[in-house]
């Protein structure tokens, strides 16, 4: 039963981690054109939801790979924050590497700059609460 649920808690970090991550994207890019217009956006793939879709998934492997899922290992919030801060590390790097590889620089700084920061306040701010919900449900006596 304990693994059922542990499987049901990981699956929803990950998904309330993926919704995360296409928020702060969506968001760090509306902001970064509507407060530096320019040129317009860089249309780098088709699809306008691939690079979406793509950093999500890149965002939720690497916190798995770093065991940012691992339920009883991160107790406090600063385990949480030192976690999160090394996966947003790996994230940029990963990031660069590839817009390197790939020979992209139809890209803006700007953006890039601004979204490693805030995808680890808000992966902070979204673990926080949800720690505080499962706090709450614990103490009024619900999953034990």
């Given at each position: 039963m304990i693994r059922r649920h542990g499987t049901t808690l990981r699956a929803l970090f990950m998904l309330a981690d993926a919704v995360v991550a296409v928020i702060v994207v969506l968001g760090v890019y509306l902001l970064r054109f509507a407060l530096f217009p320019g040129k317009p956006a860089p249309e780098i793939f088709s699809p306008a939801w691939v690079p979406v879709v793509l950093y999500a998934g890149?965002?939720?492997?690497?916190?798995?790979?770093?065991?940012?899922y691992r339920l009883r290992a991160h107790w406090s919030i600063s385990s949480q924050v030192s976690g999160i801060g090394r996966a947003v590390l790996y994230l940029a790097v990963l990031t660069f590497a590839a817009l390197?590889?790939?020979?992209?620089?139809?890209?803006?700084?700007?953006?890039i700059l601004a979204l490693f920061p805030a995808q680890m306040v808000a992966t902070v701010a979204s673990r926080v609460v949800l720690h505080a919900a499962f706090v709450r449900i614990r103490r009024q006596g619900r999953n034990q």
């Open positions: 890149a965002w939720v492997a690497i916190l798995f790979a770093t065991g940012q390197y590889l790939t020979r992209i620089d139809d890209y803006s700084r700007v953006f």
